[in-house]
């Protein structure tokens, strides 16, 4: 596994020790699925960017005019705006 050397602000290590000491487990393993986890959230961003791009906004309207006009089911009626 490669090593990086990752310079930080004083006041992200802190809160990163203090999470890491919340969660029982090193700063590398904090950072790391930090990291992970963030890198999967731009991946999945980035696939939901290229489906919109291929998205036929025509069809998609098409098919909510052909939806029913009914009544929302009990609890998924829609707040008033305030």
């Given at each position: 596994m490669?090593?990086?050397?990752?310079?930080?602000?004083d006041?992200?290590?802190?809160?990163?020790?203090?999470?890491?000491?919340?969660?029982?487990?090193?700063?590398?393993?904090?950072?790391v699925a930090?990291?992970?986890e963030g890198?999967?959230?731009?991946?999945?961003?980035?696939?939901?960017?290229?489906?919109?791009?291929?998205?036929d906004?025509g069809?998609?309207?098409?098919?909510?005019?052909?939806?029913?006009?009914?009544?929302a089911?009990?609890?998924?009626?829609?707040?008033?705006?305030?």
């Amino acid at each position: 596994m490669p090593n990086f050397a990752l310079r930080l602000p004083d006041h992200v290590m802190v809160q990163a020790k203090s999470a890491a000491d919340e969660d029982n487990v090193s700063i590398n393993q904090l950072l790391v699925a930090f990291i992970a986890e963030g890198l999967g959230h731009r991946r999945g961003l980035r696939a939901l960017q290229e489906r919109s791009a291929r998205a036929d906004v025509g069809a998609a309207l098409a098919l909510l005019d052909r939806a029913p006009d009914v009544p929302a089911s009990p609890g998924d009626a829609m707040r008033p705006e305030r």
